[in-house]
């Protein structure tokens, strides 16, 4: 795409977009262009639509991939190639998210004593330990750990929204240790991009080796640990809204998948035929 991408990241980076969002627009501007081995400047509204139904006929992309394929090429053309964009976008039936098998608890003891680097040990752990999504992990600064407060201050999260999420002592006895071997100056956990912090791409790699050297046989990934923070605050007595808050969840119903998750909570149920044999715990009186 050569001149057109290079615009086309500027613009994404005027726009707000977090870097994850860059990446996923990029990647199918690119691969519009590959499609037809022509550049975007010369393509028009019969390609985009021949594109966008390769992608749900051929690809079978599920409803939210098509959806971001979509959005990346409208904004490609109104935004950079200041073209209008007038299709509609076609119809796809959302398919249920298939809930994750979360780690127990000795899985993740287990995981984070198998990781060979001492950085990515501790990303993992500020993962599981404040539930954080990886991009959010990945752009903390040393300054946006409060230890006074006993907070951490994520900033420009999902949807450009800041939140604060509750620091737990050994995470911060952990960051402690971390920052005196390490001293970063600025990212807490710098790395090599251009955008001098870690990329999630690494952390996933990470936790894939420390998972498979762990004889871990779940699929486990940055997310994973995100989920195994909620449902395990779940299984403490943790109330849904404190969780919602935590994870920076805007609709509750997303937080509230966790109940089907958690076998533990489910396993705690009491149930209304056994209430019934119950002298002070009947149902109707």
């Known amino acids: 795409m050569g001149e057109v991408r290079d615009r086309m990241i ?12 860059r990446r996923i627009y990029l990647l199918y501007a690119k691969k519009f262009s590959a499609y037809f081995g022509r550049s975007p400047e010369i393509l028009g509204e019969t390609e985009v639509r ?13 409803h939210d991939a098509y959806r971001q394929a979509y959005s990346a090429l409208k904004f490609l053309f109104t935004a950079t190639l200041k073209r209008p964009f007038d299709i509609p976008c076609l119809p796809r039936q959302r398919s249920p998210h298939p809930l994750p098998s979360v780690l127990s608890g000795s899985e993740v003891r287990q995981l984070f004593t198998t990781f060979s680097s001492h950085k990515y040990r501790v990303v993992a752990m500020t993962l599981y330990g404040a539930g954080l999504r990886v991009s959010e992990a990945c752009r903390l600064r040393s300054h ?3 230890s006074r407060r006993m907070l951490i201050h994520v900033r420009e999260a999902k949807g450009h929204k800041d939140r604060f999420v509750t620091l737990s002592k050994r995470l911060l006895e952990t960051l402690r240790v971390y920052w005196r071997v390490h001293r970063p100056a600025d990212f807490l956990f710098p790395g090599k991009a251009m955008e001098g912090y870690v990329s999630a791409e690494s952390v996933r790699t990470a936790v894939h080796l420390a998972a498979r050297d762990a004889g871990i046989k779940k699929r486990v990934t940055p997310h994973l640990l995100r989920h195994c923070f909620a449902t395990h605050l779940l299984e403490t007595g943790t109330d849904i809204a404190v969780i919602r808050a935590l994870l920076g969840h805007k609709d509750i119903r997303v937080t509230t998948r966790y109940t089907t998750i958690s076998k533990r909570l489910l396993a705690r149920a009491r149930m209304p035929l056994d209430l019934l044999e119950e002298p002070e715990g009947r149902l109707l009186g």
């Open 144 to 146: 946006d750990i409060d």
């Open 10 to 21: 500027e613009d994404l980076r005027f726009a707000g977009y977090s870097a994850s969002t």
């Open 50 to 62: 021949r594109y966008l139904l390769h992608l749900l006929d051929e690809r079978k992309l599920s």
